[in-house]
C-alpha cells in the first residue's frame, strides 16, 4: 500500500511539475503575452528575482572580478532557478551544459540567457566599430554584424552586449574604438544597421542573437577623455547628440535589450535613474525590452557616494527600472527581502521579469533551450571562407587615404626596392584591436603576410618596439618602449630602398575599455623612428595603425603618403595590401575629426557657433596662441585615388516642412571610384542655438572615370527638426543654410527658407 501512496505521489508530483511548463508556441505577440502570463504567474518571488540576476562565466572577465565568497554559489544558484543569464560561457557544449543545469534541475526549468560581447566579429574578427563606421556602408555594416552572430550564436550564444552606440568627440577616451565615432545622424544609421545584422527578420532562429544598445546613456562624454570619468552635459546635448542612436535603435530596428552607463546622469548614476530608464526609455519612448546594468555598475553607486550599501543599490536599481543585475550581486542577495519589506513593489520585479521572460521567448529558448548548442554548426560556420571573404571587404571599405602627394600611391608591384618598417607591420595580434572577446590573438593576417600573399618583394626592419613588459594583459604593466636600438638597421636599410613603407600606430589593447590616453602622438619612439627615417628617404608611405584617431600633425606635414588603416581584424594584411597596390581604391571617411594636438579635444565639426564666431583679426574670438583651432583632417574627410567634383546645388522648398536637394557629382581622374556624397544643414535662428552645420543625409555611390550622377536629398521633418532642453521636438519657420559635399568642410552651399 505504501509504496503504491508514493508512486501516486510522484505521479502528481510530475504532472504538477510538467503543467508548469508553458503552453506551446502557436505565434503572435498576444500569443507572446499570454505565455509570458503564464509562467510568470506560476513563479514565486525567489524564481521572479533569480531571472533578474546575471552570473559571469569562467571564461573571460571583463570587469572588476567579484570576491570570490560570491563566486562559489553560481552552480548551485543556476540549479535553484536564481539564475537568469550568463555573460562569459561560450562554445555549444559548455553551454549546453550549463544550459541544462537551470533547465533540468530548477523546479520550472526556464532556460537562461547567453550573453557575450560580440563587437566586432565573434571568431572571425572584423575591423573595429570605428573603422567600419569609416566605411560608411551601411549595408556591409549589417552584413558584418550578421556573420558575427551566425559565429556566436554557432558557440551557443544568444545575446550580444552591442551595439554600443555612444557618441563621443573625445579620441583620449579608449572606447571610441569600439563606436561610430562624433556624429548623431551617422552613429544613429549605424547603431541601426548593426542591430538588424545581430537580430535579423526572425530572432527565434538559431542563427539570430538579441542586440543591446548601450551604454544608456552619456558614457562617451566622460571628462578629460578618462574612462568611468564624471560626465556632466546638459538636457540639450542628450536629446540632440546623445539619445538619437539609442532612440532609433528601438524605433528602426526593435532592439531588444539596453545596457545602462557606469556615469551619473545629471547628479544620478544611470543604473538608478528613473528619468533615463522609466521617464525616457519606457516611458516616452515605448521600449519593451529589458535593462541591464553595466558590469557591477550596481554595486558602483556605493562607490558613488548614491547607494549606502548593497541592500540599498538593489532597491534604488529595481525601482528605477534596471531589470537585470550583472555581477554586482544586489538582488539575488537583497530583492527579495525588500519587496517583502514593501521596498520594492513585487509589480516592479513582475515588470523586469516579464520583460526578461519576453526576450527568452522571442529567441526561441522555451520552444527549444538547447537551439543554439549545435557541435555540428559550430563546426561548420566558424572562420567560414564566406565571412573570411565579408571580413576583407569590410576592411578594405574601412582604410581612409589622408594624404597622397604626386600620386605616390597606388605603388606599383614594378621591382622598386621596397623597405617596410615598424614593428606592427609583421604584428599578428594588435590589428585585431581590443574587445576581440572570442578572436583567438595572434590571428590576423599581419601587413608583411598580406605583401608575401601579392607577390611583393621587400626588406623589412622592425625599427623599435611597441611596448615593453607582458604582451597581453595586464596591458597596464606594459610601458611605450624608449629602445631605439633598431633605429641603425632601419635607417640603414631605408637609405637603399625606392620607397619605404612605415607601419605605426597604436598596441592593439592601448585603445578600449579602461585604456584612455592623454597624448595622442605616437606611442614610444615611433615619431623619432619616422622622423629619423624621414632624414634618409623623403618617400614614405606611412600606414597608421589606431583605434582612435592620432594627431599624426608632423606626418602630415612631411610624409607624402599617409594611410589610417585603424585595426582592421583577421583579414589586415590583405586588405592594407590591396589598397596600397590600387586593387581596392580607398573610399574610407573619417567618422570622427583627427585634431592637430590634444590640447583642442573635445574638438568636432557640428559645434555651435558661439558669440564670437571667429576668426577677426582682434584676439577676442575662440582660438589658441599657440595652436590652430582647426581640426587636422575634418569629419567626413577622406580621398581617393580619383578625384570627384561637384556641381549643380539645387534646392527646392516642396511645403510641408519638406526640401529636396540635388547636386551632380562627376569622377574627374582616371580611374573609377567611391565617394560618400555628405548632406549637412543649419537652422540659422533658432529657439535652442543649433550647430554650425549637422549632417543630415549621406549616399556612398560609384563612378567610372568622366561618368557623374545627379544624387538626390529630402530632407522632412526629421531632419529641419530638434530637441529644446524639455525633450520637446521643434521645427521652427525660417533661414537654412544647406551644404552637400565630399567631407564636413568642402561643401557647396545653398539656403532655403522654411514658411
Ligand atoms: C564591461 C563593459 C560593457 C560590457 C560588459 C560585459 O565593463 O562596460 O560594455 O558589455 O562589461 O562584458
Known sequence: MKILKYTMLIMIMMALSWSCQVPNDTGGSADLDSRVESLLKQMTLEEKVGQMNQYNGFYDVTGPAPSAGDAKNKYEHIKKGLVGSMLNVRGASEVRKMQALAVDSSRLGIPMIFGFDVIHGHKTLSPIPLAEAASWDLEAIEKSARIAAIEASAEGLNWTFAP???????????????GAGEDTYLGAKIGVARVKGFQGDDLSANNTIAACAKHFAGYGFAESGKDYNTVDVGSVSYYNVIFPPFKAAIDEADVKTFMNSFNIVN???ATANTYLQREVLKGKWGFKGFVISDWSSGREMIDHGYARDLEHVAELAANAGSDMDMESYAYVKHLVDLVKAGKVKESVVDDAVRRILRVKFELGLFDDPYRYCDEAREK???????????????AKKSIVLLKNENKLLPLQNDGRKIAVIGSLAQDKDSPLGNWRMAGEDNTAVSFLEGLDAYGVDYKYAKGAELITGPTAFPVELQVNTTDKSGFKEAIRLAKKSDVVIMVLGEHGLHSGEARSRAHLGLPGVQQELLEAVYKVNKNIVLVVMSGRPLAITWADEHIPAIVEAWQLGTQTGHAITQVLYGEYNPSGKIPMTFPRHVGQVPIYYNQYRTGRPGPKNEVFWPHYMDESEKPLYPFGYGLSYTTFAYSDLNVEVKGNNKVEVSVNVTNTGEVAGEEVVQLYINDEVASVVRPIKELKGFEKISLEPNEYKQIKFTIGEKELGFYNGEGKFLIEQGAFKVFVG??????????????
Open 164 to 178: 554600443m552606440v555612444d557618441i563621443s568627440r573625445d579620441a583620449r577616451w579608449g572606447r571610441v574604438m569600439e
Open 267 to 269: 547628479g544620478v548614476p
Open 380 to 394: 561548420e560556420l566558424i572562420y567560414h571562407p564566406d565571412h573570411m571573404a565579408a571580413a576583407l571587404d569590410m
Open 742 to 755: 565630399t567631407n564636413s568642410e568642402e561643401l557647396l552651399e545653398g539656403e532655403f527658407v522654411l514658411e
